[in-house]
């Protein structure tokens, strides 16, 4: 079975401009969540979905959003970027049935703001 | 606020010895507990998960939980270069959440 798989892996954005990233979770998982790494802050969760609505979210300003699709891809925006958005993006998947789920990441984005 | 506290090491250990990773979190809900691995320019990669107090086994790995403490570890046996990565301890404030906390990692080196 195909892993979770993000795109695009790289990217350069500068100042104020926006960014889209992509996920494909594991076939069958309907749940997809978002998570930025930094070195100084570690992993830290945004949000996430489940059957196209928004269940989960954390502690991230309006300007990261994110969506999923009837086929259960996600894509996370971030609008006005700013040089500390610079992180690695990952996303991870579940079943979303509930009970004691397990989470398996995608390779992430690296997202460089200039 | 919920926490997840790690040492951030490094933890380095002898070739063949055995690696001990500790973790405490804040939030006495919380239910279960995972520990991830991460090689250096990658992404985290699930070792193992345990759900109730006690040892949960799984080749050389071995997690442990002990929720009146609030601990978790993870025990890593005959320990390889191989192993040398960041170990990161993840916790599920309960059934149904699917925002996973976590600690930010130990650094284990093991030594050939």
């Known amino acids: 079975k195909a892993g979770v798989t993000q795109t695009p892996r790289y990217l350069i954005k500068t100042r104020g401009q926006q960014v889209t990233l992509s996920c494909s979770p594991i076939?069958?998982?309907?749940?997809v969540s978002w998570y930025q790494q930094t070195p100084g802050q570690g992993l830290q969760f945004l949000f996430e979905?489940?059957?196209?609505?928004?269940?989960n979210k954390g502690n991230f300003p309006g300007r990261f959003s994110g969506r999923q699709f009837s086929n259960s891809r996600s894509e996370m925006n971030v609008s006005t970027l700013e040089l500390g958005d610079s992180a690695l993006y990952l996303c991870?998947?579940?079943?979303?049935?509930?009970?004691?789920?397990?989470?398996?990441f995608g390779p992430g984005t690296r997202l460089l703001v200039l | 606020q919920k926490e997840v506290e790690q040492n951030s090491g490094p933890l380095s250990v002898p070739e063949g010895a055995i690696a001990s990773l500790n973790c405490t979190y804040s939030?006495?809900?919380?239910?279960?507990f995972f520990w991830y691995r991460q090689y250096s320019g990658k992404s985290p990669e699930l070792i193992m998960f345990i759900y109730s107090n006690g040892d949960k086994e799984d080749g050389r790995f071995t997690a442990q939980l002990n929720k009146a403490s609030q601990y978790v570890s993870l025990l890593i046996r005959d320990s390889q270069p191989s192993d040398s990565a960041t170990y990161l301890c993840?916790?599920?404030?309960?059934?149904?959440?699917?925002?996973?906390?976590f600690g930010k990692g130990t650094k284990l080196s093991v030594i050939p």
């Open positions: 993840a916790v599920n404030s309960g059934a149904g959440s699917y925002q996973l906390t």
């Open positions: 939030d006495r809900g919380s239910q279960s």
């Open positions: 979905y489940f059957s196209e609505t928004q269940r």
């Open positions: 991870a998947s579940s079943t979303g049935a509930g009970g004691m789920e397990t989470q398996y």
């Open positions: 076939s069958g998982h309907r749940s």
